[in-house]
């Protein structure tokens, strides 16, 4: 909502203008309106306006008088200077003066809706190159240009909102280093990048608590459509300086609060809390050591599901399972040399493993496989892009046959949540997405190769059973039918 100023000696005329942003420029709000120059200037030496809007003959100081004093005032207003003159002084003047817009009346409605247009594209353009640096200074608690940022923020207070989707990534540090604008911004909210691209920070100017929720939750779950989600919001508005502080304290409510595979919505309680670390049991330990020494990997699976069992039914934070796991796995290096040889590499597998796991029994699930099945992921040492590019591989060499994500992750020993994961993070696709797009792309090679072939033969090359079906995806990938495609790269 950008701040209006006009000024005129005729209150027919203010009421005019008035009107026409009312009905036809939601964005521009009133805040004074004044029947002279000098009311004009206390307005502007007391308040932040976006926008200057005066009659240029008025008793006492003219517009372009109070254009010119009002530019030194505020360097970044936009003024219009509406006039009954014609002549070239006045015109002359205004230019001089720094004005936007110089116009004849009388003004149609038309007229100053487009006029109004034009500077509100120039006010979007300005906000988000000032808020663009002023927000990632401020959110980073780094120097920032004081009086940009009133003029920008300071007439008004702010909900926030700190978004996280899917799990903890263990590996990020605990503060917020940087940050970036995220340009367009949504409707509702400027947003902010948080660590990495699975948090967000939200400003939302909102007018109440309610609406900002209702628009926070649908925000949260669009975006996170594939994955759980956390939220800590700001029930009550503050000023755009409070945002660091509702960073930091967010970050360690999430440490505190994250639990694997659940939605939560965690109101900002403010202040800094000590983490109370959680220990697994002494003789619990020892009696998996004692499993593991022994050769009973039967005893160390069932002790493996009872912990996440405990968890799940616990709605346990993930930090303090982290805090378990390592635990587990430095015991079992204490009573097993081949774990213990690789110990360094298993802290970063589990690390990749709770971040994408989807539920503790996902999670225990994998930590047994990487520790103790014979052909998995930890004894071949693969990273997550090493992973990632075998199972592309694994999907273009494969792409005919009939291909599900549980062949891919049975061939990888991983799961199809950790899997989804991998396609999004390297390849911002999905599992079904990159498939169409490898069927789809050898269905053109062969079209364009054998022209001649029959439909149903191209369909069955590339994995589908049917002409039908395999026509109607040939159509949502490329937007033509197989016969309209190829008449087109004919021509």
């Known amino acids: 909502m950008y701040r209006v100023l006009t000024a005129d000696d005729e209150m027919p005329a203010l009421r005019y203008t008035r009107n026409i942003i009312q009905q036809f420029s939601p964005r521009f709000q009133i805040v004074e309106a004044v029947v002279s120059g000098e009311a004009a200037l206390k ?7 976006d926008l200057l809007i005066t009659d240029i003959s008025m008793r006492g100081m003219s517009g372009i008088e109070l254009a010119q004093s009002a530019k030194k005032l505020q360097p970044e207003l936009h003024i219009v200077i509406i006039s009954g003159y014609g002549e070239f002084e006045y015109a002359q003047g205004a230019i001089e003066a720094g004005v936007d817009e110089y116009v004849l009346k009388p003004v149609s409605i ?16 300005e906000y988000l190159q000032q808020a663009a ?8 608690a780094q120097p920032y240009n004081k009086l940009a940022a009133d003029r920008l923020f300071a007439h008004r207070d702010w909900y926030f909102a700190y978004v996280l989707w899917g799990n903890l990534n263990m590996r990020l540090p605990k503060k917020l280093s940087a940050s970036r604008l995220i340009a367009p911004p949504e409707e509702h909210f400027l947003i902010l990048s948080g660590r990495d691209e699975e948090e967000r920070i939200l400003i939302s100017w909102d007018e109440n608590s309610e609406s900002f929720l209702t628009n926070l939750s649908v925000f949260a779950a669009q975006a996170g459509m594939h994955s759980p989600w956390t939220v800590v919001y700001m029930p009550t508005p503050q000023p755009i300086e409070y945002l660091p502080t509702f960073i930091d304290h967010s970050l360690e409510m999430l440490y505190q609060k994250v ?11 403010g202040g800094s809390v000590q983490e109370q670390r959680l220990a697994l049991p002494t003789a619990a330990l020892r009696q998996l050591g004692y499993f593991v020494s022994t050769g009973k990997k039967h005893q160390v699976k069932d002790f493996f599901i009872s912990q996440s069992v405990q968890w799940e039914n616990g709605q346990m934070p993930q930090r ?12 079992l290096a204490a009573v097993d040399q081949t774990v213990n040889s690789r110990l360094t590499d298993a802290l970063l597998e589990v690390d990749e493993l709770i971040h994408y796991s989807a539920s503790y029994g996902e999670l225990m699930d994998g930590i047994y496989s990487l520790l103790f099945s014979g052909d998995n992921t930890f004894n071949r040492k693969m990273s997550a892009q090493e992973l990632y590019d075998s199972a592309v591989q694994y999907i273009q060499e494969n792409y005919a046959q009939p291909l599900s ?3 891919i992750c049975s061939e990888l ?28 792309d050898a269905a053109i090679r062969i079209l364009q190769e054998k022209p001649n072939m029959l439909l149903r033969e191209v369909a069955a090359c590339v994995g589908y059973e049917g002409s039908s079906y395999f026509s109607k995806v040939f159509h949502q990938y490329t937007g033509k039918t197989p016969s309209q495609y190829f008449s087109n790269e004919e021509a």
């Open 43 to 49: 307005v502007l030496q007391t308040q932040v306006i």
């Open 110 to 125: 038309t007229k100053m809706t487009s006029i109004l247009q034009s500077i509100q594209e120039k006010l979007d353009n």
């Open 133 to 140: 640096s002023l927000l990632s200074a401020i959110a980073c």
């Open 259 to 269: 639990v694997v595979g659940k939605h939560q919505i965690l109101k900002y309680s």
């Open 320 to 331: 303090q399972v982290w805090h378990m796991v390592h635990q587990i796995l430095y015991q």
């Open 405 to 407: 994500m549980q062949s």
């Open 413 to 440: 020993g991983i799961s199809q949540t950790y899997l989804s994961r991998l396609l999004r993070k390297y390849g911002n696709t999905t599992f079904n997405t990159y498939l169409t797009r490898c069927r789809m």
